[in-house]
């Protein structure tokens, strides 16, 4: 009888198959692995890109609105992957020890982080995106534009927080290339409703912004429903969740030191800002 029970926890908790993380040859999977993740972060980068080529075509200060919100865009991002590293690492450590309760916690407790980054972003949005713009710049229409770009982007930041959370779900379980098919869609949208809202609607800059939030929470979608049918290793029972105080602990240790590479980045590119403005 003790051994039935055993069996069937066991079963519980086991995914129905062995995942290539541990049966597949190194070689074989760092190269199946790498190259959708190195493509997935070249997409990531082109949306600013993508953003700056349409608004260039608009006039000459909303391109420099854009690139004056560079630096609280990519922040944004960096906090969105830091804690997404930190998550990765260890729900990927927890499926190799086969621990998946933690496993499932660890993800749990990741989008939890989401949500609050996205929140935290949301208020800098509201009270602190003119002020931001105004420390670089004293033209008006740039003023205007910047902060006008920023509030749609970290008002809806929500949607670029959780796809990144999500795709590292995928990622840690070896799925790779669903998370660079999330990402390529999203980019795909972005580049599609960039002129749409840009010239077509006349929105200029807002434009931008808009359509760039519309790829990021598309691509959330997507991830998410990935994970849900793809991705049996995780499990994610969000309607019991509470927060762990050691897991987000631990989660921080990993992500803390990438997000501050990022911001010493986004704080460079701050200062350029300042500088190069004083000639053009």
Excluded: W
Aim: hydrophobic share 50%; aromatic share 8%.
């Amino acid at each position: 009888m003790q051994k039935r029970i055993f069996k069937m926890a066991e079963t519980k908790y086991n995914p129905p198959q062995e995942n290539k993380m541990g049966t597949m040859p190194i070689g074989k999977l760092l190269a199946t692995m790498s190259t959708p993740m190195m493509i997935s972060m070249l997409v990531q980068a082109l949306y600013n890109i993508i953003d700056s080529v349409f608004v260039g075509m608009v006039n000459e200060q909303s391109l420099t609105a854009v690139s004056l919100s560079f630096p609280a865009q990519n922040l944004m991002i960096g906090v969105a992957t830091g804690t997404a590293v930190g998550v990765n690492a260890l729900l990927s450590r927890s499926l190799g020890e086969r621990n998946f309760d933690k496993a499932n916690k660890l993800a749990e407790n990741g989008i939890f982080l989401a949500v609050c980054s996205a929140v935290a972003f949301f208020i800098f949005g509201l009270f602190g995106a003119e002020a931001f713009m105004r420390s670089q710049t004293d033209v008006p229409y740039i003023i205007e534009q910047g902060t006008a770009y920023l509030q749609v982007c970290c008002c809806a930041s929500f949607g670029v927080f959780l796809e990144i959370m999500l795709e590292r779900l995928l990622q840690a379980t070896g799925r790779t290339v669903l998370t660079m098919c999330t990402q390529g869609v999203g980019a795909i949208i972005n580049i599609i409703f960039d002129p749409i809202f840009i010239f077509v609607f006349k929105m200029g800059v807002t434009g931008a912004a808009i359509a760039t939030v519309l790829g990021q929470i598309v691509a959330f979608i997507i991830a998410a429903v990935l994970n849900a049918k793809k991705n049996p290793e995780i499990t994610l029972n969000l309607r019991k969740f509470r927060p762990d105080a050691r897991l987000i602990g631990q989660i921080h240790k990993i992500g803390v030191p990438s997000i501050i590479m990022v911001a010493i980045g986004s704080v460079m590119t701050f200062c350029m800002n300042k500088i190069l403005i004083l000639y053009t």
